[in-house]
């Protein structure tokens, strides 16, 4: 089964701390997603991978870079967390975009709560 | 407008009803995903489709690419499927994934 986990479920955090959320990936996917999901909004792209060290900013990058050292890795970080980007997040990975058979898969998601 | 819309967004069902939820989106597509999300975040790949029809189990899915619509089907509905329910179409103009705002079912037993 491919997995896809995430450093921590739940994160409490203060208001200009620098946070790090990790995603591993263990199914050699090439690309790698990082997403927040807010109630009303449904899930918003904040930044993409298609490959290592090469990223693209999704619907909603601001506030927000991501790092991708190694294939199986994809970090995603608040430079200085803002009570605005307390959400769910949630990353994902998927094989190939083109292929027919594409299908992205999801880690459980962490719970960022800045105060 | 948002270029995927889910209805109902909130559905209430009774044990073992047929449930219908719809998908209508406004992008050129080369794929549809159905995703369920339960309590506690984790989200599930139910179907992907790109044209007629899915079965699987007591859900099926349908899509029509003329018209830009796909429905989730459940049969004999079950409290356990109680969950959030995602219609994504693969076609934004970076190749993502773009997102529906969910369909919240709750089936009481």
């Known amino acids: 089964d491919v997995k896809v986990t995430q450093s921590s479920r739940y994160l409490v955090k203060r208001t200009g701390e620098k946070v790090f959320l990790e995603c591993v990936q263990d199914m050699d996917h090439e690309n790698m997603f990082w997403y927040r999901q807010d109630p009303g909004l449904g899930l918003r792209l904040i930044y993409f991978s298609y490959d290592v060290k090469m990223k693209e900013k999704g619907d909603i990058p601001e506030g927000y870079s991501v790092s991708r050292e190694k294939k199986e890795r994809f970090s995603l970080i608040l430079e200085s967390a803002s009570t605005n980007q307390t959400s769910m997040y949630l990353c994902a990975s998927s094989s190939d975009m083109i292929r027919e058979t594409y299908e992205q898969y999801f880690g459980p998601g962490t719970r960022l709560t800045v105060t | 407008k948002n270029e995927v819309e889910q209805s109902p967004q909130n559905l209430t069902a009774q044990e073992g009803e047929f449930i219908t939820i719809n998908c209508s989106y406004s992008?050129?597509?080369?794929?549809l995903h159905w995703l369920q999300q339960h309590p506690g975040g984790g989200i599930v790949s139910l179907f992907m489709l790109s044209s007629g029809k899915k079965k699987h189990g007591r859900l099926i899915a349908t899509i029509n690419i003329q018209e830009k619509h796909s429905s989730l089907h459940i049969t004999a509905s079950h409290p356990r499927d109680s969950a959030v329910y995602i219609c994504?179409?693969?076609?934004?103009?970076?190749?993502?994934?773009?997102f529906g705002k969910g369909t919240k079912l709750s089936v009481k037993p």
């Open positions: 994504a179409v693969l076609g934004g103009s970076q190749g993502n994934l773009i």
């Open positions: 992008v050129g597509i080369s794929a």
